[in-house]
């Protein structure tokens, strides 16, 4: 499905990030990995990763802005336009030798994302959405989200505390309401993913809190553009500011809300 010049400049970019994290996920056992907090890690893999990716984005849109997970943010001659970008999404999983990790770049214009590339180098699978556009893997495959309609028959997926995290007993008593209504619910450690995932049909819904804007922008609207509703966790929220999302299919919609938010 050919996109605008801006989604091309996405997909180009995380193409080139993804095969150097490629390179050094075969090689993980001898990356060089320093502590960045309690389950927290930072790898040169993640950081050689954003360099290509800010080198990529603002060689091809030098006025626009950038936020990113490791080098912070920076305003742009164009205040309206900005670059949101997670060079690795899954790290931990990364750095244990588990295939489950993505590169995720949205563009943000006047406070609205407006376009999203999540991108799973290990499995070759390029998830991207433009607003209007519908949502897309690869090259040609339209994706919907699941049609199934009944809490009994779907699976869920979420992040879970770690590291002495203080919403731990959030989490366990949404667990403790959701779990005896679902067919499961999955912890695979890519928010990035997990939104994409739904947005693919493979999970009827995702929710969680304490993330940041670059683990969330790319996948919002490719779940919206695939036919998902997405909300911010506390209603009157915003999802980027706040780090905090609800989303899944419109037939089970809003009874999950109901299930994580009466808590």
């Not at 309690?38 to 360099?51: I, P, Y």
């Not at 990364?94 to 799973?120: Q, R």
């Not at 556009?133 to 770690?162: H, K, Q, Y």
Request: glycine share 12%; proline share 4%; hydrophobic share 45%.
């Amino acid at each position: 499905m050919p996109g605008s010049a801006n989604l091309n400049i996405m997909m180009k970019a995380a193409r080139k990030a993804g095969r150097s994290l490629v390179k050094d996920f075969r090689e993980v056992e001898n990356l060089q990995v320093s502590m960045k907090g309690a389950g927290d890690f930072v790898s040169r893999a993640d950081l050689r990763a954003e360099e290509i990716l800010k080198e990529e984005l603002m060689t091809a849109r030098p006025s626009y802005g950038w936020l990113a997970e490791e080098g912070g943010g920076e305003d742009g001659k164009d205040p309206t336009r900005r670059w949101i970008v997670d060079p690795l999404d899954g790290t931990t999983n990364f750095l244990h030798g588990l295939p489950h990790w993505a590169i995720s770049i949205a563009l943000e214009h006047k406070g609205e994302i407006v376009a999203g590339v999540i991108f799973d180098a290990a499995k070759d699978e390029m998830f991207y959405a433009e607003k209007g556009e519908g949502a897309w893997l690869n090259d040609s495959l339209r994706l919907r989200v699941s049609g199934r309609s009944r809490m009994i028959e779907s699976v869920f997926a979420t992040g879970l505390p770690f590291g002495g995290r203080a919403d731990l007993p959030e989490t366990l008593q949404d667990l403790a309401r959701l779990l005896p209504a679902t067919a499961g619910v999955r912890r695979w450690g890519s928010a990035a993913l997990d939104l994409a995932y739904v947005a693919a049909g493979r999970y009827e819904g995702f929710w969680e809190r304490r993330l940041n804007a670059w683990d969330l922008a790319a996948g919002v609207i490719i779940v919206k553009e695939a036919g998902g509703l997405v909300q911010p966790l506390t209603p009157g929220g915003d999802i980027l500011e706040d780090g905090e999302v609800i989303c899944a299919n419109e037939p089970i919609f809003d009874q999950f809300a109901k299930t994580i938010r009466n808590g």
